[in-house]
């Protein structure tokens, strides 16, 4: 109850997660060719998991004049399809491969664009620990706090209290939840209700990646836990949970938040190749600091 009357009180602007580095997108080009009607109707992966699942980056362009890159390639029954972000807003969609135009680009061909900025490598401090705490993205822009939440490995149910309240601060309240993928497959009647909660407009969900496994073991320091575990193969937490995710209707953002907020200078290498975004906090809402405007607040 504690924490509902903290939010009532101290979140009453809530700002959606991948506004965090948003601008207005370009505008598209009309085309005088006739579109494929398909290209506009949603996939629906109808809980099959993608196959031929693999990372790339390309610069593509579709009929209407829309940019966009592509991240991952897949298929799903006989078509291929593309997981793909606006270089701009940084929001992703999954679109069908034949309605685009794709060509090979890369990190420095896109340096100017506001998501290549969000993965630069920031300059090495002088002392950089080993293992690092609540790396990544930790504040934005606005009045307003960033809310996100985590859904871990557990055997507790949802707290769909806290999501409702936050949902009658105003419609499609939108809030960032980092999802792993031992909760999908554990929690389906939970995420069922999350789903309808989205598509009524109840709340305007950002699906972040959080593991597959998210290993844990309290008796080992941080640097032999988490995602720095001895053997953890981190490209196999990174894509499974995508095409989990992917197989229960849910599209894949562009962040990535590590369990634990753990992570060493390797494993944040590692995930700006896959060019995710590590996204962490300044606030926590039952431990503090008091979140300021622009706070991610977990």
């Not at 997108?25 to 809980?47: I, K, L, M, W, Y």
């Not at 407009?201 to 699906?207: D, H, K, R, T």
């Not at 972040?208 to 941080?222: A, E, G, M, Q």
Request: proline fraction near 8%; hydrophobic fraction near 45%; include cysteine.
């Amino acid at each position: 109850m504690k924490a509902k009357l903290v939010l009532a009180k101290l979140f009453p602007a809530i700002s959606i997660i991948a506004a965090l580095l948003a601008t207005e997108p370009p505008h598209a080009q009309a085309d005088d060719h006739a579109a494929d009607t398909t290209c506009a109707e949603p996939v629906s992966p109808n809980g099959a998991r993608p196959r031929d699942y693999h990372a790339i980056l390309q610069s593509c362009v579709n009929d209407a004049g829309a940019r966009k890159l592509a991240t991952r390639r897949m298929a799903l029954g006989a078509e291929a399809l593309l997981l793909t972000v606006d270089p701009n807003s940084l929001a992703t969609s999954l679109e069908r491969a034949r309605c685009w135009r794709c060509t090979d680009t890369s990190d420095a061909a896109e340096a100017r664009t506001r998501f290549m900025r969000a993965l630069k490598k920031p300059e090495p401090a002088p002392a950089t620990p080993e293992v690092l705490e609540d790396a990544g993205l930790l504040r934005g822009n606005g009045e307003g706090v960033f809310v996100t939440g985590d859904l871990c490995p557990s055997r507790r149910p949802l707290d769909r209290d806290f999501l409702e309240l936050l949902a009658r601060q105003g419609p499609g309240a939108p809030v960032a939840l980092a999802i792993s993928g031992l909760w999908i497959v554990h929690h389906a009647d939970d995420l069922d209700w999350l789903k309808q909660q989205a598509a009524s407009g109840a709340l305007n969900i950002v699906w972040v990646n959080h593991s597959y496994h998210h290993p844990y073991v309290k008796s080992r320091p941080d640097a032999r836990t988490y995602l720095l575990t001895p053997g953890v193969d981190i490209d196999a937490e990174i894509f499974d949970t995508e095409k989990l995710m992917i197989a229960n209707g849910l599209t894949p953002s562009a962040f990535f938040r590590f369990p634990g907020l753990v992570s060493d200078a390797g494993l944040m290498d590692r995930l700006r190749e896959r060019h995710l975004v590590a996204l962490g906090a300044d606030s926590w809402l039952a431990l503090g600091p008091r979140p300021r405007p622009g706070s991610i607040v977990l």
